[in-house]
């Protein structure tokens, strides 16, 4: 009789399940929070998604066919992913050329020299951010102020951070209630606080992510911030709308829920998440409190994905079939 026996790498066991369905839902998510900085800042938005969206996928086609020589990957819809994120790092004035090269590096600098997907150590789009940030400070640091007369060009005002940062902002009369509903400055995806946690509870009940890295987050960024504030202000008021201030400005529920989240560069134990989640909690705001930047969610995800593989080396999930 004939040896029928197949011998092949895991996973044995296929589900439904597949990386564009996963992908499909982060846009699915994301959608909410785009039409909120349309309506907050204007049809340029649009511009800038389309072009790190575009490029994104040009580039990963491109370096797929004459480098890589390998099955097409943009059909997974990680690069759109990956140039939606892009964009909603930016701010919404950005010259479009500036948004060009930023998606090179997201895909020619952080994902494609590693392999592709599932490969890369570092997120793409803020391996792309940071980079942005470091080569156009004064562009990716401008930002557009709340309007909607479509394509904003000229008009820009300080973040809430930066607000902070010099001493102005005014933390028993900071309007709470107008940062959860967009209107601010700041990059066009990060200021739709209300938005991001709906795509927060759509990813959840999807299953596509777990709440462990972003509550993580959640939570220490809030304790960081209230320990720090009970140190700085006389009454609880002060304390707790510092609290309530760091978590409302920046990138934290973006970074949080949409790409600290990320499957390759995350950890892959529930307690390896938590620790990760308070890593970049607290270097968030280490860099907020005491660096030079008003913002430090970029960095802090790109030092803890790093960590990543150490955290897999000792927090390793429970063998199929070993007693607890």
Not at 122 to 129: C, G, M, T
Not at 169 to 181: K, S
Not at 206 to 218: G, L, N, Q
Not at 284 to 289: A, E, S
């Amino acid at each position: 009789m004939a040896n029928r026996t197949i011998v092949a790498a895991a996973p044995h066991i296929h589900g439904s399940l597949s990386t564009t369905k996963l992908m499909g839902d982060v846009i699915i998510a994301l959608l909410p929070a785009l039409a909120v900085s349309v309506y907050v800042y204007g049809w340029g938005v649009l511009a800038v998604t389309a072009v790190s969206i575009g490029c994104c996928v040009l580039f990963e086609a491109l370096i797929q066919k004459f480098l890589v020589r390998g099955k097409q990957t943009i059909t997974n819809l990680s690069a759109v992913v990956t140039g939606l994120l892009l964009a909603m790092n930016m701010p919404a004035n950005i010259p479009l050329w500036i948004v060009a090269i930023g998606a090179l590096v997201a895909i020619g600098v952080a994902k494609m020299p590693f392999g592709g997907l599932g490969k890369n150590p570092f997120n793409p789009a803020i391996v792309a951010r940071v980079f942005l940030l470091i080569a156009y400070p004064v562009q990716m640091t401008s930002f557009a102020l709340p309007s909607t007369e479509g394509f904003v060009d000229a008009y820009s005002g300080a973040t809430p951070l930066a607000a902070a940062k010099a001493g102005l902002m005014n933390f028993a009369e900071f309007d709470a209630l107008g940062m959860f509903a967009g209107n601010m400055a700041g990059s066009f995806g990060e200021i739709a606080t209300l938005a991001l946690l709906l795509g927060f509870a759509y990813l959840l009940v999807r299953r596509v992510i777990t709440w462990h890295i972003p509550v993580s987050i959640f939570a220490t960024v809030a304790v960081f911030a209230a320990i720090y504030g009970a140190f700085s202000f006389d009454t609880p008021h002060l304390v707790s709308n510092f609290a309530l201030f760091h978590l409302l400005s920046g990138g934290v529920v973006l970074g949080a829920v949409f790409m600290a989240t990320d499957y390759v560069t995350s950890p892959m134990t529930t307690k390896g998440m938590v620790i990760y989640g308070i890593g970049i909690g607290a270097l968030t705001m280490v860099i907020r409190l005491w660096g030079a930047y008003p913002e430090g969610m970029s960095f802090a995800i790109l030092i803890m994905n790093s960590v990543v593989p150490l955290i897999n080396k000792y927090i390793k999930p429970r063998r199929f079939g070993a007693k607890k």
